[in-house]
T-cell receptor, first 117, second 116 residues
Framework: AQSVAQPEDQVNVAEGNPLTVKCTYSVSGNPYLFWYVQYPNRGLQFLLK??????LVKGSYGFEAEFNKSQTSFHLKKPSALVSDSALYFCAVRPRNSNQAGTALIFGKGTTLSVSS | NAGVMQNPRHLVRRRGQEARLRCSPM?????VYWYRQLPEEGLKFMVY????????ESGMPKERFSAEFPKEGPSILRIQQVVRGDSAAYFC??????????????FGPGTRLTVL
């Protein structure tokens, strides 16, 4: 079965320190990869996506993610965390071999990021 | 351009009642997706619709759940005879009617359903 794993339920970092939120996937082929962020009582906001090309993808709010094909990973990173980055982060994939436009996303369970001042 | 809109934001129902959740996609978007988020879990796909058509309902329970996206008006997710296990946050997302890989989905704020 196709799945997305976020091995850490929670990540704690101090403001100003680098952060990493891990994501690995088990999907046939080379899927499209996404990161979303969810603030309390809000919907998901798109952060970034990997389609093809450079393995390092830059997104909103200073976030970036690195695609590693051999490790089937797509870890989210930020060089310097802010308290306002504290939220729930979801990794998601969409199978590349789908023949339908608009096929749904497969989400991980989410990782809560807590940035302390 | 207003984002994806969902209403109500919070819905309380007693067991056996019906719940109707509404989603208005972003302007110009003709693809709508419904997801369910159970406590401490990620979002699970339920159904994907285009105007007047259900494209993929593989994630939707076979009984009590139905969805529509009429030619005019919002998409509706309907849950009949709700049970406590239906309590969850239901998110709607929309995307432009473009084929191919650039299928960024825009999410609404969600409807939090509580079944008493």
């Amino acid at each position: 079965a196709q799945s997305v794993a976020q091995p850490e339920d929670q990540v704690n970092v101090a403001e100003g320190n680098p952060l990493t939120v891990k994501c690995t996937y088990s999907v046939s082929g080379n899927p499209y990869l996404f990161w979303y962020v969810q603030y309390p009582n809000r919907g998901l906001q798109f952060l970034l996506k990997y389609i093809t090309g450079d393995n390092l993808v830059k997104g909103s709010y200073g976030f970036e993610a690195e695609f590693n094909k051999s490790q089937t990973s797509f870890h989210l990173k930020k060089p310097s965390a802010l308290v306002s980055d504290s939220a729930l982060y979801f990794c998601a994939v969409r199978p590349r071999n789908s023949n339908q436009a608009g096929t749904a996303l497969i989400f991980g369970k989410g990782t809560t990021l807590s940035v302390s001042s | 351009n207003a984002g994806v809109m969902q209403n109500p934001r919070h819905l309380v129902r007693r067991r056996g009642q019906e719940a109707r959740l509404r989603c208005s996609p972003m302007k110009g978007h003709s693809h709508v997706y419904w997801y369910r988020q159970l406590p401490e879990e990620g979002l699970k796909f339920m159904v994907y619709l285009q105007k007047e058509n259900i494209i993929d309902e593989s994630g939707m329970p076979k009984e009590r759940f139905s969805a529509e996206f009429p030619k005019e008006g919002p998409s509706i997710l309907r849950i009949q005879q709700v049970v406590r296990g239906d309590s969850a946050a239901y998110f709607c997302a929309s995307s432009p009617g473009l084929a191919g890989v650039y299928n960024e989905q825009f999410f609404g704020p969600g409807t939090r359903l509580t079944v008493l």
